[in-house]
């Protein structure tokens, strides 16, 4: 079970190109909630993600014959450009196993970290997810899990440190959610020694095995979800953000894929930024669920993601209409 310590040493421990990102106020997500909204700005990560803070931790920890080994993956993107810049840094050969319906746009960047090795296999993350493990067995290589591993969710976590400690009077953070090791690393982060801060994540309603997971008492897997926000479709979530999901009690907004949609117009008409499905699922919850948010003033929305195709997101903003009045 991952400790509070862990994401201290992860944050000590953090790679110098992986950068402490910026907060930054949006006043359009203030205006409409009638609340002081602040984006956690996630996607000027150097890999336009998260992911590369628990690629990182998990990969720096590796034993010298484990590295020899090489690792492997299975990613719809953004945890494959993690794992692939965390393995260029420390000269390790890695293998990302990628799902065919995988964005173009998270293949090329992924190609750019130390050229990586890419297997496109299955229409879903489950079935590239089969391939990595298959290719593991064949090859005796390390498998990197993109979210149901301590190291990485300690890496995901030092987004929570670096969130109180840029603005200590915030009092609810929400977060998108997939397979839950964002969600559940910066539970740790802040609600061990902030209980007052209120942490809520969010899914789209298309694809909500953690909502489900947590409403029913146990894990349950949902299989061919389909949603734009892709970098969170995930058909269960896992087993250890699971545990720690409910030991902190966290509650899941659910967003609909029109609400996704109209956040990511949002946030590029006033808030001048590129953000992917996944990210923006947390603008959404705040725009389009205030009422959920009870007296809470003081809001961060986690934009986790920056990696969406240029052709996707221009039919976005082409169908969705101007939210500035």
């Keep these: 079970m991952v400790k509070y310590e862990d994401i201290l040493e992860a944050r000590d421990k953090m790679h110098p190109e992986i950068i402490r990102t910026p907060l930054q106020i949006w006043r359009h997500g203030s205006q409409v909630t009638d609340r002081i909204v602040q984006l956690k700005v996630e996607t000027l990560q150097r890999t336009g993600s998260f992911k590369?803070?628990?690629?990182?931790?998990?990969?720096?920890?590796?034993?010298?014959?484990?590295?020899?080994?090489?690792?492997?993956?299975?990613?719809?993107?953004?945890?494959?450009?993690?794992?692939?810049?965390?393995?260029?840094?420390?000269?390790?050969?890695?293998?990302?196993?990628?799902?065919?319906?995988?964005?173009?746009?998270?293949?090329?960047?992924?190609?750019?970290y130390g050229k990586p090795e890419i297997v496109l296999h299955g229409k879903n993350l489950y079935e590239a997810s089969l391939k990595a493990r298959e290719l593991q067995k064949e090859r005796g290589s390390i498998f990197i899990h993109p979210y149901d591993d301590d190291a990485v969710i300690a890496g995901q976590g030092t987004m929570g440190l670096e969130i109180m400690e840029q603005w200590p009077d915030v009092d609810t953070i929400i977060v998108p959610v997939g397979g839950g090791g964002l969600l559940a690393g910066i539970a740790v982060a802040v609600l061990t020694h902030h209980q007052d801060v209120h942490i809520i994540g969010v899914q789209s309603e298309n694809a909500a095995a953690a909502t489900r997971s947590l409403e029913q008492g146990e894990r349950i897997t949902l299989r061919d979800n389909k949603t734009i926000a892709d970098g969170i479709n995930v058909d269960e979530i896992g087993e250890r953000p699971f545990a720690l999901l409910r030991q902190f009690d966290i509650g899941i907004i659910r967003v609909s894929e029109?609400?996704?949609?109209?956040?990511?117009?949002?946030?590029?008409?006033?808030?001048?930024?590129?953000?992917?499905?996944?990210?923006?699922?947390?603008?959404?919850?705040?725009?389009?669920?205030?009422?959920?948010?009870?007296?809470?003033?003081?809001?961060?929305?986690?934009l986790s993601g920056a990696n969406i195709n240029i052709s996707s997101f221009a039919d976005i903003l082409k169908t969705h209409p101007t939210v500035i009045s």
């Design 52 to 112: 590369a803070r628990g690629a990182w931790n998990r990969l720096r920890l590796l034993r010298p014959l484990d590295r020899q080994a090489g690792v492997i993956c299975a990613s719809a993107g953004n945890h494959a450009q993690g794992v692939a810049l965390a393995a260029n840094f420390l000269g390790i050969k890695p293998t990302i196993v990628m799902p065919e319906t995988t964005p173009e746009i998270k293949i090329i960047q992924t190609k750019l």
């Design 258 to 302: 029109e609400q996704i949609s109209s956040a990511i117009t949002a946030l590029c008409q006033t808030a001048k930024l590129v953000v992917e499905p996944a990210g923006a699922v947390s603008a959404a919850a705040a725009i389009f669920h205030a009422d959920k948010l009870n007296s809470r003033r003081r809001i961060v929305c986690v």
